[in-house]
Structure formats: C-alpha cells, structure tokens
C-alpha cells in the first residue's frame, strides 16, 4: 500500500511569497526606470526645442539682414529710421559688463574661498556659508534698484560719469551676484584636495602660506578655473539688474562710465513690446538669443575641456 505524498507547505508558501516580492520589485524598477527616461527625454528635448526655435527664426531674420552685416557692422540702431543690425556694440556692452565683474568678483571669490578652505575655524565657516547662499538668492532686480539708487550716484559723483547708468555699476551688482558661484564652487575644490599633500609640505617645513600657495591651489587650479568659467556664463546671461543699471544704449566703448545695452537687455526692451511681432528687428532677439546662446555654451565647454586638461590626478 503506498505512502500518501508529504508536501511541504511552508516551504511553498515562502517560494511564491519570494516569487512574488520579486516581481514586484521588478516592476517597481521598471516604472522607476521609465519615468526617470522620460525626465531624461524632456530635458533633452526642451533643449532641442529651443535650440531648434532660435535657429528657425535667426534664419528667417537673416533673411532680411545680410550676416556680414550683422557680425562686423558697428552700429546697432534696429527701432530707429535708418536701421542698423550690427551686433558689436551688444557684443562688447556685454563683455564689458561681464570683464568688469569678474575683475570683482574672480579675486575676492578665491580669497574668500582660501580662507574659508584653510584659514577658518568651523565656526566661521558655518557663519559665512549661510551668508553667502542669501546673497545668491537675493532677486537680480534687488540689485539692479541698489546699483541705480546708490551705486550710480556715487560713480556719476566721484568719477564723472555722464549718465547715472553706466557699465561700471552694472558690473559691480553682477560682480557680487557671481561672487557666490565662485566662492562655493572654489572652496569644494580647494577642500577636495588630499589631506597627504597638506602633510607632505609641513613635514618639509613649508609655512602655512607656502602650502595653500604653491601646493593647493595649483592642485585645485582646474577646478578654479572652471568655477570662475561658469560664473562669466553666469554674468553673460543677467538680465534684469544689467538692464537697470547700464542703460539702453547700444555704444560701441570700452569706457566703463559710459551707458551701454547688452544683449540680454535687448532681449528684454523688444519684448516688452517696442517692436511689432514679425518685424526685423522683433527677429533680431532671436539672432542675438542665438549669438548668446554660443557664446554661453563655448564657455562651457570649454571650461569642461580645462577641468579635463588640468585635473591633476592622484592614487
């Protein structure tokens, strides 16, 4: 007579309990997965999206204004009678601006980063931290107001500027508006590098300067570079508190007291309706969103290209 079959039901339980978990977790992974693609996807394609708009309508635009006349003329007048599209006083408004800041903020940016790195107690550090991360989250119109109702004046005063908008307190609010960027960026680099090149150069004898000087920051050049690199993407870009305090007027200058338009405030006067849609110059803010858009992605790429030249590399 035979034996009835002995099954073992805990055990099978637990086997499709584990089956089951697994499937799950499958899933799960797989809508993590999906979703995480899509975010991917719309990133990429926003970017596409805007790239491939600037381009439709640069084209339209350049149409009707020959390219050589927009990349070498020396007048820049599109609202008025006698119309002129030549992008060079936008170009060097902007680079005006910009230089002016980062002779701010590049400077005052690395000291500040050195000390906080090397220099400052843990106290100091979580002090001056905060402090910095406000000044970054202030609006850029704040800054524009403090550069027309205080900065200005005192430029127009002291150095006898002829008008009370003028590039040099344009890139003094955007010097300090960058100075964050630089400081945090800067600091992780100097904090990021090894602790053995620090102990190497005081058991030499080095000074405490000796190290920061000629050990750290050399070590930690490439990524200083790139931070100050950013931060001129940063400072090309500002809108709001450029446009308040350097003025609207497209000069061809390297004076620093003399008003001037950038691109981005270009942008910003067509919009706010003094050109009728379709026009010339209302396709012209495409063009120089174009132009503004290379000139912010060669900046950045080319400061990947520096990290990747400059890393220095360490076991």
């Not at 090309?236 to 200058?253: C, D, F, H, K, R």
């Not at 063009?287 to 992605?297: D, E, K, N, Q």
């Amino acid at each position: 007579m035979s034996s009835p079959a002995i099954t073992n039901e805990p055990a099978r339980e637990a086997s499709l309990h584990s089956g089951g978990a697994a499937r799950t977790r499958a899933l799960y992974e797989g809508v993590i997965q999906w979703v995480l693609w899509v975010c991917a996807g719309v990133s990429v394609l926003t970017t596409l999206g805007i790239v491939l708009v600037l381009m439709v309508e640069s084209l339209q635009f350049f149409r009707e204004v020959s390219l050589v006349e927009f990349l070498t003329s020396t007048q820049w007048s599109p609202t008025f009678r006698d119309k002129h599209y030549g992008i060079l006083p936008l170009f060097c408004g902007t680079l005006l601006v910009t230089g002016g800041a980062i002779l701010i903020a590049a400077p005052i940016g690395l000291g500040t980063a050195i000390y906080l790195s090397e220099y400052a107690s843990p106290g100091v550090r979580e002090t001056v931290k905060p402090l910095l991360e406000v000044l970054a989250g202030i609006p850029s119109v704040v800054y524009g107001v403090v550069a027309v109702t205080t900065i200005s004046p005192i430029i127009k005063t002291w150095f006898g500027a002829q008008s009370i908008y003028n590039a040099a307190s344009a890139s003094i609010v955007v010097g300090f508006m960058i100075l964050p960027m630089i400081v945090s960026l800067s600091e992780d680099v100097l904090r990021s590098v090894p602790r053995a090149l620090r102990e190497a150069a005081f058991a030499l004898g080095a000074t405490k300067f000796d190290v920061t000087v000629k050990v750290i920051v050399p070590a930690a050049l490439s990524g200083i570079v790139a931070s100050v690199l950013l931060a001129v993407s940063r400072a090309i870009g500002e809108t709001m508190a450029v446009t308040l305090a350097a003025g609207a007027q497209p000069n061809l200058t390297l004076n620093p007291l003399e008003s001037v338009q950038t691109m981005t405030a270009y942008i910003v006067q067509i919009s706010s309706g003094d050109a009728p849609s379709g026009s010339p110059e209302y396709k012209a803010i495409f063009a120089v969103g174009m132009t503004l858009f290379i000139t912010t992605m060669t900046l950045n790429v080319l400061a990947q290209w520096i990290i990747r030249r400059m890393r220095e590399q360490y076991e």
